[in-house]
């Protein structure tokens, strides 16, 4: 089955530095990748995602960017501010006939210091 | 649109009891999946349900079933509880357009 590898598990940047989230994946058959925003007590939230058809994708500060051939995406989160401390989940999605098959990576803990 | 609730929200139980959640998905949604989340697991998939038959199955063991009623809500049940099932369970829905799944806010379940 898919095997998703996050990394780091922790991160803390200073506010209005960069922070870059990187994930492989195993099943070259995944051809959707999004990424969730988890803050503290709150439910996971879709920020940003990708196709396999498309190498990179912005949107304001944030971007996804893809390597099929090396089967990993990084999350690119620019001029970062508090408000950007949270959990982030990557996640690999196989679309098959219909069918979706869901696996996600074990998050990133991302702490901006002001 | 109303979000994606879940009951209940807390829960308690001791080991050995069963335990049954409830996910209400986004109106018009029919795909509901579930999610275990751990701090050291992560978000671990159990199942995922779309117009009352299951599509997919994680690896978590039989004591973790689930079903979907013809309302698209969903239900899902562990029984025999061990205190290794101590997590927050998600649900998330999704019309399948674009495969954006919406999350619910969780039932943070306690076995002692």
């Known amino acids: 089955g898919e095997n998703v590898e996050q990394h780091p598990s922790t991160l803390s940047v200073q506010e209005g530095d960069s922070a870059v989230i990187k994930c492989t994946y195993s099943?070259?058959?995944?051809?959707?990748f999004p990424w969730y925003k988890q803050e503290l007590g709150k439910r996971p939230q879709l920020i940003i995602d990708?196709?396999?058809?498309?190498g990179e994708k912005k949107d304001q500060r944030i971007a996804v960017t893809l390597n099929k051939t090396a089967k990993h995406f990084s999350l690119h989160i620019t001029e970062t501010q508090p408000e950007d401390s949270a959990v982030y989940f990557c996640?690999?999605?196989?679309?098959?006939?219909?069918?979706?098959?869901?696996?996600f990576g074990i998050g990133t803990k991302l702490q901006v210091i002001p | 649109k109303a979000g994606v609730t879940q009951t209940p929200r807390y829960l308690i139980k001791t080991r050995g009891q069963q335990v049954t959640l409830s996910c209400s998905p986004i109106?018009?949604?029919?795909?509901v999946s579930w999610y275990q989340q751990t701090p050291g697991q992560g978000l671990q998939f159990l199942f995922e349900?779309?117009?009352?038959?299951?599509?997919n199955k994680g690896n978590f063991p039989g004591r973790f079933s689930g079903r979907q009623f013809s309302n698209s809500r969903s239900e899902m049940n562990v029984s025999t509880l061990e205190l290794g099932d101590s997590a927050l369970y998600l649900c998330?829905?999704?019309?399948?357009?674009?495969?954006?799944?919406?999350f619910g806010p969780g039932t943070r379940l306690t076995v002692t």
């Open positions: 990708i196709r396999s058809n498309v």
């Open positions: 349900y779309f117009s009352e038959t299951q599509r």
């Open positions: 998330a829905s999704s019309s399948g357009q674009a495969n954006w799944w919406y």
């Open positions: 109106s018009g949604h029919r795909s």
């Open positions: 996640a690999a999605i196989k679309e098959s006939g219909g069918y979706q098959k869901v696996t």
């Open positions: 099943d070259s058959a995944s051809n959707y």
